[in-house]
């Protein structure tokens, strides 16, 4: 229970001085991420906790007078689960940046939440090896967000998520108890998989203060090929047709019509006007170049009007330039809020047929791209949020998008968590007992529900 008539004084008065933050024009810094649609409030203070210690003492206090915690990293995330609610606290672990040991020869890293992803992949690549999770966000979201949605990124499609490579957490409870879970072997069943629990659960149930990862011998430099077809049918057909043929790509993303000309709009790169959907696939095996030539057939077989292939990394880093400013490119189109769903990879098509069909009946552009690879869209809805009409428009589409993806057997987040934004959701897509086992877990582990409550678990009753 929230005990709204806590003071900040308390704070004050029981932790370290200079890791409580009150000064107001900080404070609305931390007051939401980057969701749309999504509730927050001015926290009523920022704690910046530098060690485990400190984390321990932060939580011990706010159970003890009944303060919520909202853990932050990088405040980059989409779904408003670090959103504070009225009478929270924000606890950002941004001064928790350590590399606490790099084993090169067991290829496992100990980091603390704070680092930064594309840092934490810089440093290990220099050692020859390789931590795959790349989330759009890369550059700036930190390795202790990517772990509290198991985060996932281009090359899920080979590598897998976040939470394929977590072995090992250390962990602060909501009563500022410290626990450590999993091994650091490559073997061990002893006991539940805390750490699985852990991994996904958007802070709700712990506060990570420590991460073990599992690393892999760095790959071959990728082999890129675009892929251009005048009809979406084709596209799918051959996404289909890479799988069916035993192909593993490193990378397949696919981006439809609106966001194909949205994207030659911002950079003129001169894709075909009648381009109705785009490929784009790496892989960086040692069989790169057999695949490809098999890619580029399939391709063609099922209607492709254009095909570029590259092994050279300049070249290739240009054919990904369409891909990565796919949001860029229909963030220029206006207000936007971008939604994430996972359907199977057969009905990756379908799902964008009912996207573009959802878009006619509200009158709304909506640009979908995204992991064709692992079925994982992201359709990126554009409306006006100073007028009414379009706001209501724009969650008309969200919930209609979000329902198409569980009609064709998906889920509806595949990557950026449930947060606030699609708790309501999440009962539609669980049955009662499992919903009845989530808040059992939720209630054995933070029984005051001072951690991120509002997010992840609310509601019984599904969104219409």
């Not at 670090?82 to 606890?91: F, S």
């Not at 696919?254 to 784009?280: F, P, S």
């Not at 994430?340 to 379908?350: I, K, W």
Request: with cysteine.
């Amino acid at each position: 229970m929230i005990a709204d008539a806590a003071p900040v004084e308390v704070l004050i008065d029981e932790l370290p001085a200079d890791i409580v933050i009150t000064d107001p024009d900080i404070l609305a810094a931390y007051a939401s991420d980057q969701s749309q649609f999504t509730e927050t409030a001015l926290p009523r203070a920022v704690v910046t906790p530098r060690t485990t210690d400190e984390v321990a003492a932060c939580l011990r206090t706010a159970h003890r007078h009944g303060i919520a915690v909202i853990t932050r990293g990088a405040g980059s995330g989409l779904s408003g689960a670090a959103n504070p609610p009225a009478g929270a606290i924000v606890l950002s672990t941004h001064k928790m940046t350590a590399i606490r040991e790099f084993d090169i020869a067991n290829r496992l890293i100990v980091v603390e939440p704070g680092i930064v992803t594309a840092e934490l992949r810089a440093h290990v690549q220099q050692a020859g090896l390789h931590y795959p999770p790349d989330p759009g966000s890369v550059e700036f979201c930190t390795i202790g967000g990517n772990v509290a949605t198991n985060a996932g990124g281009m090359c899920c499609v080979k590598y897998g998520v976040t939470g394929d490579f977590v072995i090992a957490v250390e962990c602060v409870l909501a009563d500022g108890r410290i626990m450590r879970t999993g091994r650091r072997t490559i073997k061990g069943v002893a006991g539940y998989d805390l750490t699985s629990i852990l991994v996904g659960s958007e802070g709700t149930l712990a506060v990570i203060t420590e991460i073990t990862l599992r690393l892999l011998p760095a790959p071959a430099p990728a082999h890129t090929l675009v892929a251009t077809f005048p009809t979406l049918s084709g596209a799918g057909a051959a996404v289909s047709a890479i799988a069916s043929a035993g192909i593993t790509p490193s990378m397949l993303e696919i981006l439809d019509r609106t966001t194909v000309n949205a994207v030659n709009n911002l950079t003129r790169m001169g894709i075909a006007e009648n381009t109705e959907a785009l490929l784009l696939i790496q892989h960086d095996g040692a069989d790169a170049d057999t695949a490809l030539e098999q890619i580029d057939r399939l391709c063609a077989t099922h209607g492709a009007d254009d095909i570029v292939a590259s092994s050279d990394q300049t070249e290739a880093d240009m054919l990904l330039e369409a891909r990565r400013q796919a949001l860029p490119a229909l963030e220029r189109l206006g207000d936007w809020l971008l939604d994430d769903v996972c359907v199977p990879c057969s009905r990756v098509t379908d799902l964008i047929a009912a996207i573009d069909a959802v878009a006619h009946r509200t009158g709304l552009t909506i640009g979908v791209f995204g992991h064709a690879g692992d079925g994982n869209l992201h359709p990126t809805i554009i409306y006006d949020r100073n007028n009414p009409h379009s706001c209501a428009a724009a969650l008309e589409a969200f919930n209609a998008i979000t329902r198409t993806a569980l009609e064709l057997g998906g889920t509806i987040t595949g990557e950026h968590g449930v947060g606030r934004l699609k708790a309501d959701w999440l009962n539609y897509e669980l049955d009662p007992v499992a919903q009845s086992i989530h808040r059992t877990i939720k209630d054995a582990l933070d029984p005051l529900s001072t951690l991120n409550p509002g997010a992840v678990l609310i509601p019984t009753t599904p969104p219409l």
